[in-house]
């Protein structure tokens, strides 16, 4: 019987009708010694985000497979900016 490992990532999917207006999140940077994390830094309330479960200091590690770990927030809006206009869910 295969057991699931537990792991503190999760995957969220979501479609381009629901992202029209934006999906009401704000992106930040947080520096250690030679790394860069984006992390959601605020959640618009009645945002899509919100709807989602998207919550305050989650960290983006990847879009669309994507990875997110060697980028800015710049970077991850532009990823997932990318993904909506090819039509391709979060």
């Not at 945002?47 to 919100?50: L, Q, R």
């Not at 590690?61 to 669309?64: D, E, F, T």
């Given at each position: 019987q295969k057991t699931a490992t537990p792991?503190?990532?999760l995957v969220i999917s979501i479609s381009?009708?629901?992202v029209s207006k934006?999906?009401?999140l704000e992106l930040a940077e947080v520096e250690f010694r030679t790394n860069r994390r984006v992390y959601v830094k605020s959640v618009a309330p009645g945002?899509?985000?919100?709807r989602l479960g998207i919550q305050k200091d989650w960290v983006v590690?990847?879009?669309?497979g994507q990875t997110a770990e060697r980028?800015?927030?710049a970077g991850v809006a532009?990823?997932?900016s990318r993904a909506v206009r090819?039509?391709?869910d979060l």
């Open positions: 792991s503190d990532e381009k009708d629901q934006g999906l009401g945002s899509v985000a919100e590690v990847a879009v669309n980028t800015d927030a532009i990823l997932v090819a039509g391709e």
